[in-house]
Every structure is written in structure tokens, then in C-alpha cells.
């Protein structure tokens, strides 16, 4: 019975030194894991993550918010030296509300000899380095980093402001164990969202606890004989905290797969944010708590709404501008260039206005909030129903819960009777309905005029198509010649804008024969570069050297000659993030052959469709013979902005069968 | 002669700011047709002077006028000033006109953007930046911007570069040096033949209306044919360091002297131990080897730039203790321990990269952005890359091989070669054993086995996680579709510098089907896929930096209800380029041999091969898309 009890003393002694987590008390067990026992692909494992955030009251300056961070982290190979060195952001503006960064303490362990051995992080590896007017970094880098190692650090950060920084709850490599905990003062009420578009969901404890805090104050008066006597008295109150835990181990690895729009959607974070202050005998101030409520509060401000009411420096030209315009439709269009000429972007972001509209305007240059919010208030001068819509940008990611912060941009919708389009002044072959790529994320909020705000979907609905004619004459050396004439429509032709628009003639006939074998190019002509409402057209000849394989004595080539797909860009066998294709889209060729003389058709590919998802995707192909022509039609078309993880494997082949078609040979033989 | 009364012209304007001829530069109707061909921004005007006041102080002026075409001429404007400690910024200022030569906005020096100069991968560094955050409202606009950079810090003199890059075009350039000091300032002038450069003096250069450049593929480096004047202090300073350099000797020497000198003492007990691990090696590149493989196990890259310009290495003995530097630290400590195991090496300047660039010989000056060591040798000097914790003893191709670097002695510094990979030696050798089933799909087993240049080419391959290696061979062999890949495994010998990957491949769609038939290409695994780009009239030279051997064996088996329907004949090319053969061997009736051999050699050529160059690489890319038919025998 006794032994049983030692034995049993024993082993939680045991488990207890495998899993000390006080700082600077690494084992050798830990020290001599080879590979991650959950992810042998893992460089790099947080054995022991800590992050923890309190408020501390201190006389003259209020609350003050503490972050504590401890870290233990296991290096497994070279690949995962990079977490041995640490950056730091802090804010850095006046040293009222500057970040500061403390305590800091670091080791790094190895095994030398069956002995842990440490070394201390000295001052010769940390960092302080100036970024900009707003921001330093502190960086450091550990000693002594070697395969196996294990490097632990911990350091605080405190904050003059209430708003508390996301807190990451997945990385890059595995994480063991993971404690947070955040203790916040009665008064300031957070509203706490976990990311729902992770694959892996920690769970939140929530509780409430007291703490006390002592002021002291100290008064100085001038006593009798010239003596001076100072008088001390201490003051003690309690307040309420309101306390969130997590409490987590064996969190995977966070991947990065091609072709998603932003890995920070898919990270387990918790994200708290400042909804109201209450403070004793102060009325209740409410910062935001619904996306009705964030609206109407960005909506109320100086730099948002009242810019809006503005107008008058800007009368005189609009009405200038639209003096001899009929329908509604054309002063938008009129006033929508306008203000894309009239004033440039300087690559910030924000719903706000930064200089504010009128300076924008004088000076020629803005920020998102100032163009967008002067186009809306131009055309609603004008007559036209417009209202501004918040949106957050693909790179800013979808918001978790209203708060203020969850927009960083602000676009226009029409929404008069014949125009209905949203418009977005800053990108410049950006036109009605086609907005600028980083504006297609999640949905916007539309503020009419009233205050009151709804939602409004930005996935692009309509399909972008890109419509292709070739014309093979194919010669009896082997070469082919023809004529390709292509329409582009909206996002495509955007696309084409973006890229090509500025490039000579030559230069986009180099990109064009660009890999495509032996191709010359000539008579190159390009249309609707500058009409943003119309489609790009692109008609150029072409002469190709070996179009045709002689292989024996047949002919062998396939219809789509130099212009099919090379390569399917989806190489992965399995995918967890979605695939995010910006916009539905529809490509399709149209082929005509004139056979060579001597030669007839041996054998032509069979007809085919292909269906995907329920119409989600669809291929097809056509062909027919009419004496000495032939007719091809491919197309190929994707009705969907995203592609969910599950449908990927189809997804996947179908491309893959559509691209197996396109290459398929015709063959001809001689007569 | 016009040409030097605008010279005198403009020596006025630089003492007024506001002159006839200046606002004639800022409208942009004023520029030269010729000049806005292939330009996204045009140097109008660039007057540099420097006075040199002392061996330790110089001032830097600077005046520019560019017209800005598009947002890609926006880094042609020039607005960034670098300044530290000992280069402090004595005037800065901008003003912006637009097309018509209006003034629409004026900076003053506090209105630059100020922030650290410090690049991504660089942890550390005390350099910072002043540059202009402008927004064009309008193209094209018009923007003249005035410097005055004092220098304490002469190492490095500020040199003319008339045509500063590709896709800009220079009207106007001037560049001045005047000496009031007793120090002799040297000079050397580049490629300043063939421009329409005039030579004033050996201090004082102009050039009038350079076209611009732009770029083709295979160009050398741009360094190569850009005009270009360089000018150097003989007595300088470094951050307080006097320093003598009349030529590469002396240089080298300071840098021993000053820089090298002290830095290199580790603890006893270091050297105690690589002693002892050394103590059994007889030869001086197996002491070297043990030494190296004992650094590479302790070490790692991490770049923090201070001290001396970021010129003087860390300590060895911190390097001991943190375990980290730079490239500087690392090779100065890998230095201090082959002292002590007896094998000399010297610390090495040089420019490392892909590109090559070699130091001038013939002028010292301030040169490079990388440190490596070298062990000399009566027949072949051992070069080593200190910052890397994976590459093999003594290999350097692709990053530090075939350049000039300066080799830092206790004598002084010498200007010598570093190791050239042989194109027989840069090698690709791919065996498959490859079947191919009656449905058009394949399996096969493959070998990649690369040694010199191509071993730098292949290496990090086993680096990546298992999906990334398994996306790397999919994109490697990216004309085969639906492929996939299994039983990768890689064979690493450091020893001789040879990288196998074996890797077994499949696919349902390799031969493409025609009813009865079946086509594919017996050049499975190793095909030229990709033409030089076509030019109607080519311009520059063109190089190829580095030549490489490709041998190839595929042994094919067909599906045995097939015929052999036809099959492509050999094919055999040789020329000064490279040469280029294929054939396939019947075994058996459903066997095949088929065997490739590609060589492209090492070479520079004149603008008028580069038609017969384009011409050998497409007949090959032509020759690798071969097909042979198989038809069914039922």
C-alpha cells in the first residue's frame, strides 16, 4: 500500500518536471526531442506560450495596460533559427502615448555534454531602432543558437491606451501549451470575438474577480517656524475585473497554401475591443456595440459625415460640368472622372478623410476617405442618389464582431433608378461596377442619408469574359498563319489596364509571343484602353514556324494552337483554405481552320462537356467540319468567386481534364 | 562650340536658383523628342559637385531637374538622401512644377520622410534615409531637388553615373570635383566612349542628350557598358580611421591595419578544442574542413551593421559567445580558427550574388557588399562562404565564384580570382526508367544527380518541407499535367559536391491520345521549354555567365499492345554557342533508349550572334518537343 502511494508521488513528481513552465526551468527532456511528436515537419514548436494583459492604476496617469508575454520555444533544425529572433513594434509618437517595452529577460539552452547549459541575452543583442514619426521597433536576437536548442524569453509592454492588441492563439509552428489571460477593470466593457474562420477553435473561460488598489497621496504644507511638514494618507478601493482565460494544448500549425486571400482570416486569434467606458458617477459612454450603432458613430464624425455636407468648394465646377448633361447617368459618369482626374491618391487608406475634402481637392491629392467622400457628395449635388459604402479591404480581412476598426476604406454606391453601380475614385481603370481588386472582400455597409445603414454584397456577381476568335491557315512548310481578334470585358479588361496598357506596342507583342514557341506577331491593335465602359479588343496577325508536327506522314496540332493554358496552376493534392478567384469569369475561343491542300482529317477530337459543382464550373467543346474548314469552340467558365476546401479535389480535376481537352491533336493525313 | 557655352550656362544656374534657362528645363514641352523614346522619367539636368576640404571632409552638392513620365520613372526622381553619424545632411530641398513649369508644391527638409535605411534582411543597421513621400497628381511633372551632404567619412566618394538606370534618358549631366585639400584625389573614367560625354578636365565631366537603355535578355551587367566616374580620397577617413590608398596594396593594408587587426582572439578553451579536433588531420584542407564543419555547427547569419560604416567585424570572441554575425564576423572567426590550427587563410572583400561582379582592378576604392576567406593554395585556392550552415567545403558556385575580390594580407591587399566552375564540370545527369501504358498515363522511376553550378541550382531543394519538394518537382516538370509524386528522397555528398534526388513520378495524361494512336515526347524529364526573347534590332551584348552540361537517359517502356508507328530521327548540333544531340535506340520491340546531350558554353558575344543564338535555342526546344507515335495493334 505504501509503495503504491510513493510510486504514485512519484510519477506526478515526474510529470510535473516534464511540464515545469517557470521561466528558466527547461529540462533536459525537452532539450533533447529531436522532432515535433505531433508535427515531425515543424522547424520550430512555442513549447509555452503565456500572454497575459492587465490594468494598472496609477495616480496622474489612470489605468495603464500591461502585456506580459513568456515564451518557450523549442528550435528543431536550421529552418526554424528564425524564431530566435524577435521584432517588436511599438508606438512611439509623444512620450504621453508611447509603448514601452521592459523587463525584458531571454535565455538560450543547449545540451552540452548530458548538462543544460544557458546563456543570458545581453544588451549587445537588442535593438532600438527609429521606423518612423509613429513607430520604433525593439528587436533582439539570441546567443548561442544551435539544431535542438531551446530559447525562452519574457518581456512587458506597457500602453497608455485602453485598446488591447489582437491575441494570437495559432502560429506558423505547433504550440503545446498556450495560457492567456486577460483581466480588464469593471469600467471598460471589451466585446471579445474568437476567429470563426479558423480550423481550430480554442475555448474561452470567462469569470469575474476583485482587486485592490491603494492611492497615495502626499500633501505638502509650511508649518510654523519656517519647518515644513508632509502629510501622507493612503486611500484604498476595490474594483471589479473582468477576467478571460484560455487554457489550451496541442494547437497545429497554422499553413499557408497559393491562392489565398489572406492567411490572417484563417488564424485562431481572439480579438477584444473597447466597447463603452463606464466609469463611477460618469454618465455611460458607448464606443460601438452594433454594426448599426459602428456606422452611425463613424457616420456622426467631423471627418466622415460633415465631409459629406460640403460643398462649397466645389459648386462652381459640377455645375460647370454638368450643365449640358440630360440623364443622371451621364453626370455620373462625368462626375466620376472628374474627380479621378482631379484628384490623385496618395496610397493611404481609411473611411475618414485625412486632409479633409476641401484641401484634397485644392491640393490634387488625398487619401480613400477624401476622394470617395467628395465623389459622393459631388453626385449627390449633382441630383443623383449616392451614399457611401464602409468596406474592409482583402489585406485588412473580414471583421469579426462591429467595431469601428473592422472597415479601413469607404467606396460609393449609386443607387439611382438607372445607375446602379458601386464606384471607387482611387483606382485608376476602375469604372462603374469594376472596383479595384482590394475592394472585393466580404460585404460593405451602406449609409444613406438618413443615418440608417444597411448591408451590401461586393462579390462581383456578373461574369468577366474574355472572348477569342483565332484563324489557322495552316501552309504546306508546316507554319500557320492567321489573325486572333479578343474581347475583354470588365474585371478582365481591368485586368488587362493594370498590366499592359502602358506598354508600347512592342513591348505587349514581347509579352504576347512571350513562351509561346515560334510565334511572330505583327499588326498589333489595341481599343478601349481609355473607354472604361467599353471592352479592350485586341486584333494581331501571326505567322508560327512548326505549328504543325510532322510525325510519319501525318500532321499533328492542337486547335487552340499557341493560345491554350500551359500549365494548371492548382498543383496540390488537397487544400484546407479556399481558393480565392476574385471574380467569376468566362473564356472562350472561337477557331476556324482552313486545312492545307493535299491533307484531309484523320481523326478530330470528340465533343465534350464538363460539369462542375452544379454549374459552378462548366467546359465545353465543339467541333465540326465543313469541307476544307474546321470549327472549334472551347470554353471554359467559373461562375464563382471562391472555391471552398471541399470541392478542391474536383475542382482540381475538372481543370485538369479541361486543360487534357485543350491539348488534345487533330491529325491529318495525306490524300 | 554650343555645347560648352551651355556647359557655362549652367554653372551659373547653379549659383541662382532662378534663370531663364531653368525655367525653360521645367516645362516638359522643352524635352528632346529623341530623349522621351522607351523613358519613364528624364534627367533635364544633374549637376554634382564635390569640394574636397580635407582628407576628412568633403561637401556634396547636388542639383536635379527630372521630368517624372509615369509611376514607373517615380524612383528616377532621386529623392532619397542617405546620412548617419558622419554624413550629415547640410541642405535639402525639393519643389514640384507641372507640365507647363508652375510651381504646385515646395518641401523643405523637415517635410522629408526620415526612416531607417535598414534592408530586409538586415536586423540591425545605424544608416538612415530622408526621401520625399510625393504624390503626382499629375503626369508629367517636373521636380527639381537640391542637396548638400557633407561627408566626415571620405571612404566612399559619391560617383557619376550619367545614365542612372534603364528606361531613363539624361539631357543634361554634370558631374565636378575641386580640390582645396593637400590629398590627391584619384579618378578613373568608364565606358565613356560611344556616349556623348565631353572630358573637361580629368576633375570635370558633361554629358548632353543619352538615350535610354533598355533592357534584353542575357546583357551583361549594366555596370558592364554604362558610363560611369569614379573618384577616390588617397588619405580618407572611416568613423575616425585615417587610412592611405594609392592603390589596392595600401587599401588592403589599412583595412588589415585598422579594420581586421585585434578583432581576432577567441578564449583559451576554444582554441584548446579545435585543436584537438584537428589533431589527427595531416593536410592543410582537411585541418581547414574540420574547422569549418565545427563553425558551420555553431553558427548563424544574423546581419547587424555597425561599427566602422559597417566595414569592421564583430569581435571573434563574440562571435564565439553569440554564436551569430554577419558575413564579416563569421568569416574574421572561421579566420581566428584556422590560426590556430595552423592553416593560413586571409579575410576577402568581394561581391557576392548570382550576377557576377567583379572589384576594379585597376582602381582602389571603396568596393563590395560581402566577406568570404581564403586559403591559398599552390594549386587551387580554397574559397570559403562562412555564412552558411549547409554549404559544402570550399563551394562557391552561384554566389562568390569566377569574380576579382580583394584578398586582405598582413602586407596589404591584393586583387585575385576566385574559383571558376568549368561547364563540364556545372552537370546534370537524369536516368529514368519510364513506362507508358496503353491509357497514355506514365509511372517512372527518376534521378537527378548535379555537381558545380547546377549542385547550387538543385541543393535547397532538400531544404523545403515534404509538400513544398512535392510542389517543386510538380513545377520542375510543369509541361506534364495531372502529375504526381511520390518516395522523394534526396542523397546529400558534401564530400564531393554532388546532390541526387530520386523521386518516382505519374501521371494520367502524358501521351495525348488521337483514336488509335498515342503521341508523346521521349524527352520525359529534361526539356529546354523556353525562347530567348525575339528583338527586331538587338542593341546590347549578351553573355552567358555560366555554362552547364546536361546528359540524359531514358530507358522507355511501351505498352505491349503497341507498334512503334514512327519515331524521330537523331539529331546532332554543334556550334560556338553550345552543342546539342539526341538519339533513341530500339532494344525491343517495346523498349527504347533514349539518350540527350545539351551543353550551352560559357561565353560573351558581340549584338550581331545574338539571331544565331536565339536560333540554336529554339531548334532545341523545337528538337525536345519530338513526338513518337504509337498505334494500337488492335
Redo the contacts between chains.
Sequence with gaps: MKAIIIAVVLLIVCNLQAQNFKFGKVSKEELAEKVHPKDP?ANAALLFKRESVRFDYRKGDGFTQVRTIHQRIKIYN??G?SW??KKVRLYDKMNSESEKLYKLKAY?YNLVDGKVKD?KLKS??V?D?????FWKVK?F?M????EGCIVEFTYEISSPFLAIDDLELQYTIPINVLEVLVKTPEYFIYNKVLNPQTTYLPKIEESSSTKSESITNTSISNGSLGSRNSDTSVSQFTINENVIKVNETDIPAL?DEPFVDNLGNYQAKLKLELTAIKYPNEPYENLSSSWDAVTKTIYKSDDFGEQLDRSGYYEDEIDALTANLESNAQKAFAIYNYVKVK?????FYGYSTDAGVRKAYK???GNVGDINLMLVSMLRYAGIIANPVLISTKSHGIPLFPTRDGFNYVICFVEDEDIMSLLDATGDNATFNTLPIRDLNWQGRVIRENGSSTWIDLTPRKVSRDITGLNIKINSDLSAEGKVRSQKFDYIAKSYRDNYA?L?T?AYI?VL???K??V?ISNLEVEGEDSLLEPIKITYEYTMD?AL?E??D?L?FSPLLFLNT???PF???ERKLPIDLMYPMSDKYMINIMLPEGYDV??L?ENQALDFANKTGEFKYLVNQNGRFLQVNVELNINASLILPENYTFFKQFF?QA??KE?????LKKI | MPLKLSVILFAIVLSTTTNAQDEELLKSSTIPIQLRVKANAVVRYDNTLIEVESFNDFLYSNKRIVTVYNENGLSDQGAVVGYDDNRKIKNLEARIYDSNGEEIKKYREKDFEDASAVSGGTLYSDNRVKYLNYTPTNYPYTIVIETQVNYRSTAFVPSWRPIGGFYVSTENSEYKIINNSDTEVKIKAINLDGYAIETHSEFHYSAQNLKSIKPEAYSPSFKSYAPMVRAALVDFEMEGVKGLNNNWQDFGKWMYDELLTGTEVIPEIIKEEVKALAKDATTDAEKAKIVYNYMQNKTRYISVQVGIGGWKPMLAGDVERLGYADCKGLSNYTKALLDEVGVTSYYAVIYGGKAITSFDNEFSATEGNHAVLCIPNETKDIWLECTSQTNPFGFTAGFTDDRDALLITPEGGEIIHTTVYATKDNLQSTNAMITIASDGSISADVTIKTQGYQYALHEGNQNKSLREQELHFKGYWDYINNLSVENIKFTNDKDRVVFIEDVSVSSSSFAIKSGKRLLFQPNAFNRVTRIPTRYKKRTLDFEVERGYKDVDEFIITIDANFDIEAMPNAVDISNKFGSYSFSIEKLSDSKLLYRRTQILNKGFYAKEAYDDFRTFMSTMVKHDKSKMVLISKT
Design positions: 515537419t536550421k529552418e533559427f530566435a529572433t538560450t546563456d549587445d543583442g535593438f531602432e527609429e521606423l518612423n514619426k528587436s536576437t546567443p548561442n543558437i544551435k499553413k484628384v490623385k491618391w496618395n496610397g491640393e490634387g491629392v502602358d508600347s512592342e514581347k509571343e512571350k513562351d514557341g515560334e511572330l512548326n508536327e510525325i510519319g501525318k499533328y500551359q500549365e494548371n498543383k496540390q493534392d484523320e481523326y477530337p485538369a486543360m487534357e491539348s488534345e491533336k487533330i491529325v
